[in-house]
């Protein structure tokens, strides 16, 4: 039955829509013939024409109010009425183009900060690989394997060794693949640069399912011992970059680490990568790592140790495989492998600890990023910032909006008379605020996609690029649509509902005025005002939160002293093959030859360049102290090292060119480790044993010197195993002279006041004539730093800006209401003054209601600052987010804001003439 | 001239889908045969009339179509639909089973 129904009533709703002149025309038509038939008779009963047509009439009942309810039952008045308004809606903006260009822009960088930060949060955290079928891929990682060797790359979970039992015993995978990111050196001598690059094992493109645009991918018959690493697959942009997109690129050659590279095939545009946030050049095929930089002078090569970590094991789940039973099955085969891997040179104790580590499966459909982990709260914060802004933005265009209303009260009360139900004419007016809200949305995609590329430029550092795609896709559009539908309830609803509750004959009859329910809308306008005082609180708070913040990190002390202060790192290849004892020959020649230039005051090596990430440390123990080990970082740096940095030495000597490896194994350790480790002993000549590992025999130190504090590698507080006050954690400093496994192109930081570039040429026309094959590069710590903080900067930055826009809206805000009240108690004003109250106390009287209305939305703001910010800890430094003297630094803010914007229309209505007030009505 | 009750108003759809079924009428033609079958007893008030004329096209009860009426202009003529007239047969049903019970009542023996 209903389907019959259907057949006819559904070409007749079309007809109203698409032909609705029409429909109209024979309506008109209709009546017409009824009341010309009726006339017709009252006229054959004997009535005169006139008498006769008013008798109709007046039986039909209002010809115009039938039609109407014959539209009425029609029911086709959604789609109908609704298109209707909408074109009532435009020519009503168009009429106020001041007040549609502002709600617009305002909207528009609302929702389009918003929509910025939202597809940064998207980029980073929400987005999954474009690979097929990325919710099936896991990370395999273990558990208790910290400090068991070298860690190469940022995610590094396994050891080539661990990587082949893993793939041999596992049961949960239908496919496994291992990669490892390292930095690539392309072309030669000065003319060579850096690369980013990716070992990936002979299944990694297969499981993941990458498919090239030119040429082919390495695949599992690449990927085999003494491969002699001669192919090569690189990305697309690197593509376009390095071969101009050139089809002759594949089998084209590179020069990577001195060895000639065949290039196999291109990758699809769309894959850069399983690290969300970069994206790598060229992939090789790990076998070709046996090769790799890492010649080290035993045999045994980066395929075959069982202490260097470099390694990212993941797979596919097979067909009903969960990730809880992949784990399980990972667990249980982890004593084995472990058993099988176990690397040689350590002490027992150690040795008990590696073979307890297991390993579990973790989803790793978004891939792993270091971006992520980095910014993830910084963005989940400013997120949270700009919706606390639109939301503000929305309360003033509320308030905008029932003015208008007010203004518009006439005209609704015509329409209301003539038979509009009160939800029509809040469907009217809904879809006014939606058309605003709509245009503000078009305008706020092009904002939000200019504002998220120029954030992440503020992120990306010179050592560590960001790239990210950035474009319009559907989720962004999704946001930006319900954010404007969004904003369309809270600015739009109510003042209609408000607006729309009108008496016609009240209204009429104040026509000129528009004043009528101002104490309702009054009272909703304060409420709105309060509202947006406590929301501002919490951006004031948090911009006073974040600016302070920088500005401590900023002028945090580091230990040392990094004005002035230049890295100079050597990247070397031949010299590699050298022998231990002729590299620190090399390293001394080295040191002395950038002493000798000219603008250079001090130059010594360290293995470690200061506050660059990458963590060096041992396990020790203290004779005569607690039997268990304990860990610290370790530096090996040249003699004059301290003098260069500019670190105070407390105690004892420094190092000099007398401790090298024939002589006594010595170590200067800073304040934090004497505190952390040492105790009440008297660290001078106290002694100290290293625990064996690979490369590192077992060696008993003895203690020279104490020397100052300096952040290890973080400006923040470090995550050591070792407690250190003020986060500078515990240093061990060994004469590089004496380091077991020395890098052959350990950097040397010198203290300058030339200019970079000056230094560079100078540094590079040494050592080219040292050995023109070295490649130097040239870092100035100072600008590193900062460029470091840049994150911080520009959290700071934006909450500062928010702060102050807050600040702005809220003074209009609280300005439009107490002008408005000042203006409709003109008269008690009059009567007040001409009975003798003085201005002042006129002025009190106005800015009482400034004052009341922001300790209101004070005493709500208090507690939405403290939810608010609560999660902000992790973000701040040197503060806590319920700082006392910045909360009352907020509320002087806002308060003062509140007088200001009282104090204009206090002024104004403290300067009224009694009488002319009292003469207005 | 008494007032059509309350009841005959609630029942418009009923009588006009009844007029119908006789045969295709338009607007007019149907308050005059309503009044002429009944004795004058059931007017339809033009105001009520439209707006239900207009519902029942709407629910897909009558279908119309714009013919020349018998002084020669044109009207539009309502006529039944296939599930128009499973609808009168329903509030034919309907209507007999009320008006039987009121009658039961109203017929009860007074003391």
């Not at chain 1, 401590?552 to 002293?561: C, I, Q, R, S, Y």
């Not at chain 1, 208090?862 to 973000?875: D, I, K, N, Y």
Request: proline share 5%; net charge positive; hydrophobic share 45%.
């Amino acid at each position: 039955m209903r389907f019959e129904h259907w057949i006819y009533t559904l070409p007749l709703r079309l007809r109203s829509l698409l032909r609705g002149a029409r429909v109209e025309q024979e309506l008109d038509e209709e009546l017409r013939y009824h009341l010309e038939r009726q006339i017709e008779q009252h006229v054959e009963r004997g009535l005169s024409p006139e008498e006769a047509r008013y008798a109709a009439l007046r039986a039909m009942g209002g010809v115009e109010q039938q039609k109407e309810l014959c539209r009425d039952r029609r029911r086709v008045s959604l789609a109908d009425h609704a298109v209707r308004d909408v074109r009532y809606g435009l020519r009503v903006l168009r009429r106020s183009p001041i007040f549609t260009t502002v709600a617009v822009l305002s909207l528009a960088l609302g929702i389009g900060a918003n929509a910025a930060i939202f597809h940064l949060v998207d980029a980073v955290r929400l987005r999954s690989l474009p690979v097929p079928d990325a919710h099936e891929l896991v990370d395999v990682r273990p558990n208790g394997a910290q400090a068991f060797g070298t860690y190469e790359g940022v995610n590094s979970k396994a050891t080539y060794p661990l990587w082949e039992q893993i793939r041999t015993h596992q049961t949960a995978f239908s496919g496994m693949f291992a990669w490892g990111d390292v930095g690539l050196l392309i072309g030669r001598g000065a003319a060579a640069r850096r690369a980013d690059g990716l070992w990936v094992s002979g299944d990694f493109f297969r499981v993941l399912g990458v498919t090239p645009v030119r040429g082919r991918l390495i695949a599992a018959s690449d990927d085999h011992r003494g491969c002699a690493g001669g192919t090569a697959v690189i990305s697309y942009g690197f593509w376009q970059r390095h071969f101009g997109g050139a089809d002759a690129a594949v089998g084209g050659t590179l020069t990577i680490f001195d060895r000639p590279v065949t290039v196999i095939g291109v990758t699809e545009a769309s894959f850069t990568g399983l690290e969300v946030g970069r994206s790598f050049e060229i992939a090789l095929p790990v076998c070709a790592a046996a090769d790799g930089p890492r010649r080290d002078e035993d045999v045994v090569t980066a395929l075959d140790r069982r202490d260097f970590w470099w390694l990212t094991v993941m797979g596919r789940l097979k067909p009903g495989w969960t990730i809880e039973r992949a784990s399980e099955q990972l667990k249980a085969i982890s004593a084995g492998i472990l058993q099988a891997t176990q690397p040689s040179g350590y002490p027992a104790e150690l040795m008990q600890a590696y073979r307890n580590i297991t390993f579990s499966a973790f989803p790793a459909a978004q891939g792993v990023s270091r971006l992520r982990d980095a910014h993830d709260r910084s963005l989940l914060l400013l997120l949270g910032l700009t919706g606390l802004v639109l939301l503000i933005t929305c309360g003033n265009l509320a308030t905008l909006m029932l003015a208008r209303a007010g203004a518009r009260e006439r005209e609704i009360a015509v329409r209301a008379a003539i038979g509009a139900s009160r939800p029509r004419i809040v469907a009217q007016l809904v879809i006014e605020s939606l058309l605003v809200a709509g245009a503000g949305a078009v305008l706020a995609v092009p904002i939000a996609l200019v504002s998220a590329r120029a954030l992440v430029g503020s992120l990306d550092v010179v050592d560590n690029p960001v790239t990210l795609t950035l474009s319009a896709d559907w989720r962004l559009v999704t946001f930006v649509g319900v954010s404007a539908v969004l904003t369309t309830v809270l600015f739009g609803l109510l003042p209609a509902l408000r607006a729309s509750v009108v008496d016609p004959i009240v209204a009429m009859r104040h026509a000129s005025r528009g004043l009528t329910a101002d104490r309702r809308h009054a009272i909703f306008q304060r409420a709105l005002v309060a509202g947006q005082i406590a929301v501002s609180l919490v951006l004031v708070m948090a911009a006073l939160l974040f600016v302070r913040t920088f500005r401590n990190l900023a002028t945090v002390d580091l230990g040392f002293e990094p004005s002035g202060l230049v890295a100079i790192s050597f990247l070397d290849l031949p010299s590699q093959a050298l022998p231990v004892e002729q590299r620190v020959v090399f390293q001394r020649r080295l040191t002395e030859e950038m002493r000798s230039i000219p603008g250079i005051a001090a130059a010594a090596s360290s293995s470690k360049i200061p506050l660059q990430r990458g963590v060096w440390s041992h396990f020790f123990t203290v004779p005569g102290g607690e039997a268990s080990q304990k860990a610290s970082r370790f530096t090996y740096v040249g003699p004059g090292y301290f003098e260069t940095m500019g670190i105070r030495l407390l105690a004892g000597r420094a190092f000099t060119d007398r401790d090298d490896s024939a002589g006594r194994p010595v170590l200067i350790v800073n304040e934090s480790f004497v505190r952390g480790h040492l105790g009440q002993r008297n660290p001078i000549s106290a002694t100290l044993r290293r625990l064996a590992e690979p490369g590192y025999p077992e060696t008993l130190f003895e203690i020279v010197g104490v020397v100052g504090n300096i952040k290890y590698a973080d400006f923040r507080d470090e995550s050591c195993w070792c407690d250190g006050p003020d986060g500078m954690p515990p240093i061990a400093y060994v004469p590089i002279a004496q380091d077991p496994s020395p890098f052959p192109w350990a950097p040397i930081v010198v203290r300058t006041d030339a200019s970079i570039a000056a230094l560079t040429d100078a540094v590079t026309t040494r050592v080219e004539r040292l050995n023109p094959a070295i490649t130097v590069g040239v870092l100035d710590i100072e600008e590193q730093l900062q460029d470091r903080l840049s994150p911080e900067r520009m959290v700071a930055w934006l909450a500062g800006a928010f702060g102050a826009l807050a600040i702005v809206l809220v003074t209009i805000g609280l300005y439009g209401i107490i002008a408005y009240r000042a203006v409709s108690r003109r008269n008690e004003i009059g009567i007040r003054l001409s009975l003798g109250a003085t201005r002042m106390q006129i002025v009190l009287l106005v800015l009482r209601d400034s004052l009341l209305l922001l300790a209101i939305g004070l005493a709500i703001g208090l507690p939405l600052t403290r939810a608010a910010l609560r999660g902000a800890e992790a973000l701040l430094f040197g503060l806590l987010p319920n700082d006392v003297p910045m909360l009352v630094a907020a509320a002087v803010l806002l308060t003062a804001a509140a007088t200001a914007a009282g104090s204009i229309p206090a002024w104004r209505a403290a300067r009224t003439q009694p009488s002319v007030a009292l003469r207005s009505e | 001239m008494s007032r059509p009750s309350d009841l005959v108003q609630g029942t418009l759809d009923l009588l006009i889908l009844k007029i119908l079924a006789l045969e295709p009428q338009n607007g007019w033609a149907i308050s005059q045969r309503l009044k002429q079958v009944s004795n004058d007893v059931l007017q339809v008030s033009d105001g009520s009339l439209y707006p239900a004329l207009h519902k029942l096209e709407q629910e897909g009860w009558i279908t119309a179509e714009w013919r020349p009426s018998e002084n020669n202009r044109r009207a539009k003529f309502y006529s039944l639909t296939r599930a128009g007239r499973r609808q009168l047969q329903k509030e034919s049903a309907d209507w007999q089973r009320l008006s039987g019970a009121i009658t039961l009542v109203v017929q009860l023996p007074e003391m």
